[in-house]
């Protein structure tokens, strides 16, 4: 385990005026990058590449997104333009990631994180379909596992070095071990709040140059619904505090990745087979990650997990 480093800048500051400037800058760029869409939209609509495969396909893309996924992507921008300057500001070095395993044991702690995160999830989504919080989807994607997996592994492998190795070997030169882990997993599960309500959108001829604040300020207002916090808040705290405790019990972020990519590709799964038939909170939400019986999945999880797993 690593020890907290005394007289090391902290790098919680740091981090939170990072994630400020990644936000506000997401709100300048949203309406920019809009009606850059927009734009694009229009030439291909005349354009014979508008015609071709690709064409085709951006089209429909642009077609139905909406402000707020113009929104999710400004942001996304400013993370990776804002990233550079905040490492220069940091400093990190190859001792802030956790020490490197055998490939083979690795290999075996993520594939055990993975069948216990997906299987438990799935089996708590039969569980609900059984009960009748879902219905299954008119066009059940059963086979279509491409962008589950896809999604399972990029946001295991870049978040997991992200948040589990990067800012929690920040966070772990400046703090004790504990304050560390609720200092990170509090950044984890902020990180992924972060986003406008359910269903709410802005019309797209409404939009202006300070339509991305009106996006933040919508998600301030999820923080004041209290339901919604309890539901889907607690539940992202929950994960990202089970994983910080396996990459601290074993010292590696195999079991962390797999266990984060199998809960995605869970989520996902079954996402595409069913649809929601509501009224169910705060036990049951539209998702396998909202509703207080996937918080205590997760937990569950998470304690089957360190039972199995090595102690480093």
């Given amino acids: 385990m690593q020890a907290a480093k005394p007289g090391?800048?902290?790098?919680?500051p740091k981090l939170l005026l990072y994630l400020l400037a990644v936000m506000l800058g997401g709100a300048l760029l949203a309406a920019p990058l809009f009606h850059l869409g927009h734009t694009v939209q229009g030439w291909l609509s005349t354009s014979s590449l508008g015609g071709s495969g690709p064409g085709i396909w951006l089209l429909k893309e642009i077609e139905r997104a909406h402000f707020s996924r113009y929104f999710n992507r400004a942001v996304l921008v400013c993370a990776i333009l804002f990233i550079w300057p905040f490492l220069r500001w940091v400093r990190p070095d190859r001792s802030l990631l956790p020490t490197w395993r055998p490939v083979s044991t690795g290999l075996k702690q993520w594939a055990l994180g993975f069948a216990l995160a997906s299987g438990l999830l799935l089996l708590l989504g039969f569980v609900f379909f059984k009960l009748g919080a879902y219905r299954l989807h008119p066009d059940p994607r059963w086979l279509k596992l491409g962008e589950p997996i896809t999604a399972a592994l990029g946001a295991g492998i870049v978040e997991e070095f992200f948040f589990r190795g990067l800012l929690l070997g920040l966070l772990l030169r400046s703090m004790t071990t504990r304050s560390a882990l609720i200092a990170g997993t509090f950044v984890f599960a902020i990180v992924h709040f972060l986003k406008p309500p359910e269903?709410?959108?802005?019309?797209d001829a409404a939009v202006t140059w300070s339509s991305g604040f009106l996006v933040l300020k919508q998600i301030a207002a999820g923080f004041g619904d209290v339901q919604f916090l309890l539901a889907e808040f607690a539940t992202l705290f929950a994960v990202g505090w089970v994983l910080a405790q396996v990459r601290m019990q074993t010292g590696s972020l195999w079991a962390a990745i797999g266990l984060h990519g199998g809960w995605v590709f869970g989520l996902k799964y079954f996402s595409a087979l069913v649809i929601p038939a509501g009224g169910?909170?705060?036990?049951?939400?539209?998702?396998?990650?909202?509703?207080?019986?996937?918080?205590?999945?997760?937990?569950?999880?998470?304690?089957?997990?360190?039972?199995?797993l090595p102690r480093r």
């Fill in 280 to 308: 169910w909170l705060p036990w049951i939400g539209a998702n396998l990650k909202i509703g207080l019986a996937p918080l205590l999945m997760v937990l569950l999880t998470g304690w089957i997990a360190c039972r199995l």
């Fill in 8 to 12: 090391t800048s902290a790098a919680l």
């Fill in 199 to 203: 269903g709410w959108q802005i019309d």
